[in-house]
């Protein structure tokens, strides 16, 4: 689940809030955990993590007439923070992975930049699962999808 290209990056102590129910998403972490490096630029970043957060509210907008806050709906704690807030930064978090690999794995069109693009597809797809289930443990929902064939 990692972009890691050459340039250097320095905090950029942006944070995005988008509601009082869901909680602030700090870019510097977003790059952090993905392992986004200078080769992407805070406005790009800035812009996926913006969509990423209109995407995960609106699956999660049923949760906002539960509680005054995501927090008040967890069943508890890790590392000081309420299980729901981690869950719904590895849904952002992922879901932003997913994307700018994405975007940048074209970047490169030399035969080793063609191999590495098809080895980020894999990457690609379980960013977007991880995505998906975060959101799913967030509903209350199972990972399981059954389709009858």
């Known amino acids: 689940m990692s972009f890691v290209a050459s340039g250097n990056t320095t905090p950029s102590k942006i944070t995005i809030s988008s509601s009082d129910f869901f909680p602030s998403i700090s870019l510097d972490e977003i790059r952090d955990f993905v392992r986004i490096d200078?080769?992407?630029?805070d406005a790009r970043l800035k812009q996926v993590t913006l969509e990423e957060i209109i995407d995960v509210n609106r699956l999660l907008s049923s949760l906002v007439t539960m509680a005054s806050s995501l927090a008040d709906l967890?069943?508890?704690q890790v590392d000081g923070k309420p299980d729901t807030e981690i869950l719904y930064?590895?849904?952002i978090s992922n879901g932003v992975a997913a994307k700018v690999n994405e975007q940048y794995r074209s970047y490169?069109?030399?035969?080793a930049g063609n191999k590495n693009a098809k080895e980020l597809t894999p990457t690609i797809d379980e960013c977007r699962r991880n995505k998906q289930w975060a959101i799913k443990q967030l509903l209350g929902q199972t990972h399981t999808t059954v389709e009858l064939i």
Not at 38 to 41: D, M
Not at 108 to 111: E, G, K, L, R, V
């Open 38 to 41: 200078g080769a992407v630029t």
């Open 108 to 111: 490169d069109t030399s035969a």
């Open 89 to 91: 930064f590895s849904a």
């Open 74 to 76: 967890a069943t508890g």
